[in-house]
């Protein structure tokens, strides 16, 4: 197809009669194109801080998805564990259970440290170990249906036996016309009777054993979820802290930071101070002991603005630090709750798990966990299969971007290349034009006292240029280091107002809360009138 060429309108500087106007419209084209690209930079700016909310939103989701999938995954194993501990059987390697208590303790941190050869591999162990525990399950189940059926054989052929020999007996006596005494029949029946009251004893403790066993299964199931909730919101509460620990941080480094430009400013203030007064000296001479130093009212302004500032950063960095004092002794409160959570958890009596409402549910719910935990296999294959699409996607996205930047760094080449061009031609053509210049000179000779002073104006202007060019790189620099002052004022600005609104936010629900409660009171007052 055909390509499409983008076409620029040319550049017009208008008329120029100096060297100075021609400066300043360079500059002030310069300056145009420089706002230009400080306006595109902050909207992609804008777009990637929408992009990061996003994805961390969408990463805090999978993260509570995955802890889900790791909580009942692991609750699963421990009760195949059980279930083979109570059929005496062996429960897994010695590695796959370290390997299982290494995978429950952190599982996200363990994600985020793994690569994807590792993770692929850690599941499919991890797989392979519930695949085992369930592969064992089912050998146990058949081993205990053959037993049973060997003993319904043998309990079968002995009746079989009896009730042959029942009619034999009974068919010998009228031939050989003798009544024999039946001794053997009163031990045989009373041997029975003891094995039948033995078994139904056995069977009695057994099944008082088997639910004793079930009691304290779920018992246990009940305890272990509430400790792995316990050590989640503990893990959580130590990454908050974390993150406000590094706020705090960032807090102080920042205010060092405003108090050594404080010294800096005031210092300053001081030698300009000190200037003033050697300047006022030198040229009006007796005046300076009688007039003091006064400031003039821009100065007075910029120090009045200084002031205000100081005292507001002190202002704010003292919340600062009764917010981080108050988050802190919060956190000390959130880990004594859990200590004493802990406690009662380790020193918690039966009696009081048998009369809870959530025993009494779990109860009428244990028949349901098993088709939970068969519809959580099926979630946690489609997880997998969509964690595998969501990786592919996200490779083929980082491919567009690689492919996206390669092509943009070819368009750079291309460009700076045609620039280079452009820059050999205009060289060249200056060459030509000093080179006509001389021959011109040369043809010039007779007018030299106005081709000197020509040449001394060329030179001063020379110089005046070069200055000139001085203080554009200078002024460049100074604009650039004010850019990068502004964009931290802005950071700063922008997490004060997000602190303001987060105060605010609380006062007003403070508020509510007090009108709610005099409503209450309201009510109250009217109900007893």
């Given at each position: 197809g055909t390509t499409k060429?983008i076409v620029?309108e040319?550049l017009?500087l208008g008329?120029?009669?100096?060297?100075e106007?021609?400066?300043?419209?360079?500059?002030q084209?310069?300056?145009?194109?420089?706002g230009q690209?400080l306006?595109?930079k902050?909207?992609v700016e804008e777009e990637l801080r929408?992009?990061?909310?996003?994805?961390?939103?969408?990463?805090?989701?999978?993260?509570?998805v995955?802890?889900v999938?790791?909580?009942?995954?692991?609750?699963?194993?421990e009760?195949i564990?059980i279930?083979?501990?109570r059929?005496?059987?062996?429960?897994?390697?010695?590695?796959?259970?370290?390997?299982?208590?290494?995978?429950t303790?952190?599982?996200?941190?363990q994600?985020?440290?793994?690569?994807?050869e590792e993770l692929?591999?850690?599941?499919?162990?991890?797989?392979q170990v519930?695949?085992?525990a369930v592969?064992?399950i089912?050998?146990?189940f058949d081993?205990?249906l053959?037993?049973?059926?060997?003993?319904?054989?043998?309990?079968?052929g002995?009746?079989?036996?009896?009730?042959?020999?029942e009619?034999?007996?009974?068919g010998a006596?009228p031939?050989?016309?003798?009544?024999?005494?039946?001794s053997p029949?009163?031990g045989?029946t009373?041997?029975?009777e003891?094995v039948?009251?033995?078994?139904?004893?056995?069977?009695?403790?057994?099944?008082?054993?088997?639910?004793?066993?079930?009691?304290?299964?779920?018992d246990?199931h009940?305890?272990?979820?509430?400790?792995a909730?316990y050590?989640?919101?503990l893990h959580d509460?130590?990454t908050k802290f974390?993150e406000?620990?590094?706020?705090?941080e960032?807090?102080?480094?920042?205010l060092?930071?405003?108090?050594?430009r404080?010294?800096?400013l005031?210092?300053?203030?001081?030698?300009?101070q000190e200037k003033?007064n050697v300047?006022v000296?030198?040229?009006q001479?007796?005046?300076l002991?009688t007039?003091?130093?006064v400031?003039?009212?821009t100065?007075?302004?910029?120090?009045d603005?200084l002031?205000?500032?100081?005292?507001?950063?002190r202002?704010?960095?003292?919340n600062?630090?009764?917010?981080?004092?108050a988050v802190?002794?919060k956190?000390?409160?959130c880990m004594?709750?859990?200590?004493k959570?802990k406690?009662d958890?380790?020193?918690?009596?039966?009696y009081?798990v048998?009369?809870t409402?959530?025993h009494?549910?779990?109860?009428?719910q244990?028949?349901?966990l098993?088709?939970e935990?068969?519809?959580?296999?099926?979630q946690?294959?489609?997880n997998?299969t969509i964690l595998?699409n969501?990786?592919n996607?996200?490779m083929r996205?980082i491919?567009q971007m690689?492919?996206?930047e390669?092509?943009a760094?070819?368009?750079?080449?291309?460009?700076v290349?045609q620039?280079?061009d452009?820059?050999?031609q205009?060289?060249?053509?200056y060459?030509?034009?000093?080179i006509?210049?001389?021959?011109?000179?040369?043809a010039?000779?007779q007018?030299?006292p106005i081709n000197?002073?020509?040449?001394n104006?060329?030179?001063?202007?020379q110089?005046?240029?070069?200055?000139?060019?001085?203080?554009?790189?200078?002024?460049?620099?100074?604009v650039?280091?004010?850019?990068?002052?502004?964009?931290?004022?802005?950071?700063e600005?922008?997490s004060?107002?997000?602190?303001?609104i987060?105060?605010l936010?609380?006062?007003k629900?403070?508020?509510k809360e007090?009108?709610e409660?005099?409503?209450?009171?309201?009510?109250?007052?009217?109900k007893?009138?």
């Amino acid at each position: 197809g055909t390509t499409k060429k983008i076409v620029f309108e040319p550049l017009q500087l208008g008329p120029i009669t100096n060297l100075e106007e021609l400066d300043l419209k360079t500059l002030q084209f310069q300056n145009r194109k420089l706002g230009q690209r400080l306006s595109l930079k902050n909207k992609v700016e804008e777009e990637l801080r929408g992009r990061i909310d996003q994805l961390e939103k969408r990463q805090t989701q999978d993260d509570a998805v995955i802890n889900v999938i790791n909580r009942y995954w692991n609750q699963l194993n421990e009760d195949i564990r059980i279930l083979l501990q109570r059929f005496d059987t062996e429960c897994g390697d010695e590695v796959e259970k370290q390997g299982e208590s290494e995978e429950t303790t952190s599982f996200l941190t363990q994600l985020a440290s793994w690569h994807k050869e590792e993770l692929d591999e850690k599941l499919s162990s991890r797989v392979q170990v519930s695949q085992r525990a369930v592969g064992k399950i089912i050998q146990v189940f058949d081993h205990l249906l053959q037993r049973n059926e060997k003993v319904s054989k043998a309990i079968r052929g002995e009746k079989e036996k009896d009730e042959e020999t029942e009619p034999d007996s009974s068919g010998a006596a009228p031939e050989n016309g003798e009544t024999k005494p039946e001794s053997p029949a009163p031990g045989s029946t009373s041997v029975d009777e003891t094995v039948r009251e033995l078994n139904n004893r056995l069977q009695a403790e057994n099944g008082q054993l088997h639910q004793q066993n079930t009691r304290l299964h779920k018992d246990l199931h009940f305890t272990s979820l509430k400790k792995a909730e316990y050590e989640e919101k503990l893990h959580d509460e130590t990454t908050k802290f974390d993150e406000l620990r590094n706020k705090y941080e960032d807090a102080e480094y920042e205010l060092s930071k405003l108090r050594a430009r404080n010294d800096k400013l005031e210092t300053l203030l001081l030698e300009s101070q000190e200037k003033l007064n050697v300047y006022v000296a030198a040229n009006q001479g007796k005046e300076l002991q009688t007039a003091p130093a006064v400031f003039t009212g821009t100065e007075k302004k910029t120090f009045d603005e200084l002031q205000r500032e100081l005292e507001d950063q002190r202002e704010l960095a003292q919340n600062r630090l009764v917010e981080l004092e108050a988050v802190n002794t919060k956190y000390k409160d959130c880990m004594k709750e859990v200590e004493k959570l802990k406690m009662d958890l380790s020193t918690l009596p039966e009696y009081v798990v048998v009369e809870t409402t959530e025993h009494k549910c779990l109860q009428s719910q244990f028949s349901v966990l098993y088709n939970e935990a068969m519809q959580l296999k099926t979630q946690l294959e489609e997880n997998r299969t969509i964690l595998t699409n969501s990786k592919n996607a996200h490779m083929r996205q980082i491919e567009q971007m690689e492919s996206e930047e390669l092509l943009a760094q070819k368009k750079l080449r291309t460009e700076v290349i045609q620039l280079e061009d452009m820059l050999g031609q205009t060289r060249k053509e200056y060459e030509m034009l000093r080179i006509e210049f001389e021959q011109n000179l040369a043809a010039n000779e007779q007018t030299g006292p106005i081709n000197k002073e020509m040449k001394n104006l060329i030179s001063t202007l020379q110089t005046h240029n070069r200055q000139l060019k001085g203080e554009v790189t200078r002024y460049k620099n100074k604009v650039k280091e004010k850019d990068s002052e502004l964009e931290k004022l802005r950071r700063e600005c922008d997490s004060l107002r997000a602190a303001e609104i987060r105060a605010l936010k609380a006062k007003k629900e403070e508020a509510k809360e007090l009108e709610e409660g005099r409503d209450k009171e309201e009510g109250g007052s009217k109900k007893e009138g």
